[in-house]
């Protein structure tokens, strides 16, 4: 289908990557959205519940990741040569950059569908509770945008946040 490329294009969903982020904007919210899901072929697992598992912790871990290196540029940047200079924002960049990736990393594991931590949920429940719990997808949207507006959702994610951030942080002695 034309994915399996570095080219963003392909993987923009008209709604997600364009329209709903123009509103955010317009509407002074925050702004977000989401890329086209990325199909699998569920026959090249070898086991259906663990591929699905593997496919869906692979985001939020590779967002991890990201935190991780960017911490790890972060500590030499704040000695040495990429201290001064032209390089002076940089450690502003990559603080945002940590931010960013744990913030999705750790939004992305919330259980509510279409979220990633909720394929993990699904995986681990007996196939009629799954079943039952996976028919909540078409109003997975409402469910997170009800907990943006009543202010649930930050109450979940700064917590989470601040401690890897902390964590990451503290790891490389900054």
């Not at 123009?22 to 072929?41: E, K, Q, T, Y």
């Not at 799954?130 to 469910?143: H, K, M, T």
């Amino acid at each position: 289908s034309g994915r399996i490329t570095l080219n963003p294009l392909p993987h923009l969903d008209p709604i997600g990557s364009v329209i709903f982020p123009a509103l955010c904007i317009f509407m002074h919210m925050p702004v977000f959205g989401w890329a086209r899901p990325v199909p699998i072929n569920p026959n090249r697992f070898t086991s259906y519940r663990s591929g699905v598992i593997w496919v869906a912790v692979a985001g939020p871990a590779t967002n991890l990741l990201l935190a991780v290196i960017a911490t790890v540029i972060l500590s030499f940047s704040l000695s040495g040569p990429l201290a001064a200079g032209s390089l002076a924002f940089l450690p502003k960049v990559l603080s945002q950059a940590i931010l960013i990736n744990l913030v999705l990393a750790v939004f992305n594991l919330i259980p509510i569908p279409p979220l990633d931590g909720s394929r993990v949920v699904s995986m681990l429940l007996p196939t009629d509770l799954a079943r039952r719990y996976d028919s909540l997808e078409p109003y997975g949207f409402f469910i997170v945008m009800g907990l943006i507006a009543f202010g649930v959702l930050g109450k979940i994610l700064y917590p989470a946040v601040g401690f890897l951030y902390m964590l990451l942080i503290r790891s490389t002695g900054l």
